[in-house]
């Protein structure tokens, strides 16, 4: 096998006429149509002067032809760098200046905003729009439909997922083929995953969740995919008959529950259905199992290790547990101060370590060291305790994040804008309750002495350069942040105070 992940995802279904994609029209897009169409970009990275290791970051919509880069780059041997379609160009040039990108493919709409990061930086900047049209379809379209695949081993990268940190500056988390590989193996064989099922594939494809979970075990076990743009009740519950199986994160749960028309008959001939991303509350399981009859996979990854942990397929699925450590793959609960292992049964730090764990981050060698031990173990900042029956409890979070449908959003990255702002002295961030998206952004600021703050202007300044998803809800001006005796902010008193911001009466 001379490119593992492209051997085995990607290259065993060349040249067949087996149905990948399904859109929510009915179209579909044979194995053979996406691979060819793959092979064509890979012939236009070439052209283009990109080698084999160099990067490309791709914000584009959720289309085959999306889908078909990531292939193109496995077969080329270059580094995937998806990113968030609701990134401002400010983010996505600190992404692309980082990893330093040798193309940037963007929506027709958004090149004008993202030429001068191209300018600086050196690198090409190509179009590819939804629909497929773009200055890079027009390259692509005279190419041949086949292209020699670049050898690789599973040591070599494969792609770059951007992750914030504690220190709002964002974090190119490495991930390799073996990586990649590795994980996809295991959970096919866990969720029995066969050619004879259609997955029902709503979620994003610039993250872990909907390109490395649904997408690669779909490709692996040859499923169909219906393939829509976005989640949307109505064609989830119109597409739903056609479906064996469907991921999602919780919010995907609670709305198809709050929508009359998601029976049990409807869902009757469904095979699973699978939970990740954020908590899903024991409460949504029960309900969802009381509306349909079935149980709920929930598991648990991160974009560092893909998928960690998973609740049985055959088993008991326990309801706000994420379940067992897949095949090959440890987890330990440690002291977050001395690393040293707890007793079963304990509250402290979980740590993974496998062939799921990334190389490290990129170009942030100490970052890498901070979180990722000597010994291969890799400090999730989650905080969780394993259960008599050796279940994996999540209970916490060692690190100060936000999961807003989903979506992960680093406080410090907004709190650093806010502070930024004049006339504010202070400034802290913090998740509440929401009944859609689980958890949802406030901002509390400190005036500077004398100053009046206008909220809405504040609000306006900080979204040229901060996504949509990560722009606080509500904002709220105090006299004083609550602190602990050593001067730090209780974020734990500010999350009380507004929890019931969104709580329904
Ligand atoms: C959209 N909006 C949001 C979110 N999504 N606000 C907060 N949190 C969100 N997640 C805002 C938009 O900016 C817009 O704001 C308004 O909501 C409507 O936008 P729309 O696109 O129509 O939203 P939606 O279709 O209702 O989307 C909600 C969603 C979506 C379906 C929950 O966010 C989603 O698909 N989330 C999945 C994320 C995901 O795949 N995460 C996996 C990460 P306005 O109206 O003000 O303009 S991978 C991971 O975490 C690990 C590895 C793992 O374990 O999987
Ligand atoms: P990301 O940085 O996007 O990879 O998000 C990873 C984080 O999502 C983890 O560290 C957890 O905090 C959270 N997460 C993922 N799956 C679950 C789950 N099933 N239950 C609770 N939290 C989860």
């Not at 609670?254 to 008959?265: G, H, I």
């Not at 869902?267 to 149980?295: C, Y």
């Not at 379940?323 to 979980?350: A, C, M, N, V, Y």
């Not at 279940?391 to 806010?418: F, M, Q, T």
Request: hydrophobic share 40%.
């Amino acid at each position: 096998m001379n490119n593992p992940l492209y051997d085995t995802l990607f290259g065993q279904h060349q040249g067949k006429a087996t149905p990948f994609l399904e859109r929510a029209d009915g179209t579909i897009i044979t194995h053979a149509a996406y691979l060819d169409l793959a092979a064509q970009y890979a012939h236009v990275f070439s052209k283009l002067g990109l080698k084999p290791d160099d990067r490309v970051a791709v914000q584009i919509g959720k289309s085959p032809q999306a889908l078909a880069v990531y292939a193109a780059c496995a077969q080329a041997g270059i580094i995937f760098l998806p990113l968030n379609t609701a990134y401002t160009a400010a983010e996505v040039s600190y992404f692309a200046e980082n990893s330093g990108a040798r193309l940037i493919l963007c929506d027709a709409e958004k090149a004008e905003a993202l030429t001068p990061v191209a300018a600086t930086t050196g690198a090409v900047l190509e179009t590819l729009n939804d629909d497929g049209s773009g200055s890079f379809t027009d390259l692509a379209h005279p190419m041949p439909t086949t292209f020699a695949t670049v050898a690789r081993t599973e040591d070599d990268l494969a792609a770059f997922l951007y992750t914030s940190g504690t220190t709002g500056r964002s974090k190119g988390a490495m991930l390799t083929q073996g990586n990649l590989l590795s994980n996809t193996q295991a959970l096919r064989a866990e969720w029995a995953f066969t050619a004879q099922d259609t997955l029902l594939h709503a979620l994003p494809i610039f993250h872990t969740h909907g390109l490395f979970v649904a997408t690669n075990i779909a490709l692996l076990a040859g499923s169909k995919v219906l393939f829509l743009p976005k989640f949307d009740a109505d064609t989830m519950i119109r597409l739903m008959p056609k479906a064996t199986t469907m991921m999602g994160v919780p919010t995907f749960y609670t709305r198809l529950l709050e929508d009359a028309r998601f029976t049990k008959d409807l869902t009757k001939h469904m095979r699973l259905f699978i939970s990740g991303s954020a908590p899903l509350l024991a409460e949504t399981h029960l309900q969802f199992e009381a509306r349909t009859g079935h149980r709920i996979l929930e598991r648990y990854g991160m974009t560092e290790t893909n998928m960690n942990t998973s609740n049985p397929y055959k088993g008991e699925r326990r309801a706000g547990t994420v379940g067992f450590p897949l095949p090959g793959i440890e987890i330990k609960i440690t002291d977050s101060r001395s690393g040293d292992t707890l007793p079963q049964g304990e509250i402290g730090e979980i740590e993974v370590r496998g062939p799921n764990v990334f190389k490290g981050y990129w170009q942030m060698p100490e970052k890498t060291a901070e979180e990722l031990r000597e010994n291969g173990f890799f400090i999730t900042g989650d905080l969780g305790k394993i259960d008599e029956d050796g279940y994996l409890h999540i209970v916490g979070r060692n690190k100060d994040l936000i999961i807003s449908g989903g979506y992960n959003i680093y406080p410090k990255e907004i709190e650093l804008l806010l502070d930024n702002e004049a006339g504010v002295l202070e400034s802290a961030v913090v998740g509440v309750p929401h009944p859609d998206f689980g958890e949802t952004v406030v901002g509390v600021v400190v005036a500077q002495k004398g100053k009046e703050l206008d909220l809405d202007q504040l609000k306006k300044n900080i979204s040229a350069s901060l996504a949509r998803f990560k722009q606080p809800q509500k904002l709220f001006v105090v006299a004083e942040l609550p602190r602990n005796t050593m001067g730090k902010v209780q974020k734990k008193a500010l999350r009380d105070r507004y929890a019931g911001l969104y709580q329904e009466t």
